[in-house]
Nanobody
Framework: QVQLLESGGGLVQAGGSLRLSCAAS????????MGWFRQAPGKEREFVAA????????YYADSVKGRFTISRDNAKNTVYLQMNSLKPEDTAVYRC???????????????WGKGTLVTVSS
């Protein structure tokens, strides 16, 4: 079992920045690929970003590429999402996920946190 707890959400003006954190506990953190997903009201869950075990490979949705950066600190069992140049359309509940394969997360499986709300005002 892996437990995931997100933090760092809040209200920010358009153009601003936030950094989300996801602290993991339980099984060995660096055995898992980690990802961030988001879900806006009335919309489907959307992939945001993912990172490999060692942190050397990252993946981004086109909608956030160049604005968001995913990183991980395996010594702290934590994955981060630095979000810059935020837009109102980035408003959503952001959840982190852990799985052996990124495809597993995209299919809604693996381990999931409960999420943190990000609201971007215009």
């Amino acid at each position: 079992q892996v437990q995931l707890l997100e933090s760092g959400g809040g209200l920010v003006q358009a153009g601003g920045s936030l950094r989300l954190s996801c602290a993991a506990s339980g099984r060995t953190f660096n055995n898992y690929r980690m990802g961030w997903f988001r879900q806006a009201p009335g919309k489907e869950r959307e992939f945001v970003a993912a990172i490999s075990w060692g942190g050397d490979t990252t993946y981004y949705a086109d909608s956030v590429k160049g604005r968001f950066t995913i990183s991980r600190d395996n010594a702290k069992n934590t994955v981060y999402l630095q979000m810059n140049s935020l837009k109102p359309e980035d408003t959503a509940v952001y959840r982190c996920a852990a799985a052996a394969m990124i495809a597993t997360m995209i299919n809604g499986m693996g381990y999931w946190g409960k999420g943190t709300l990000v609201t971007v005002s215009s």
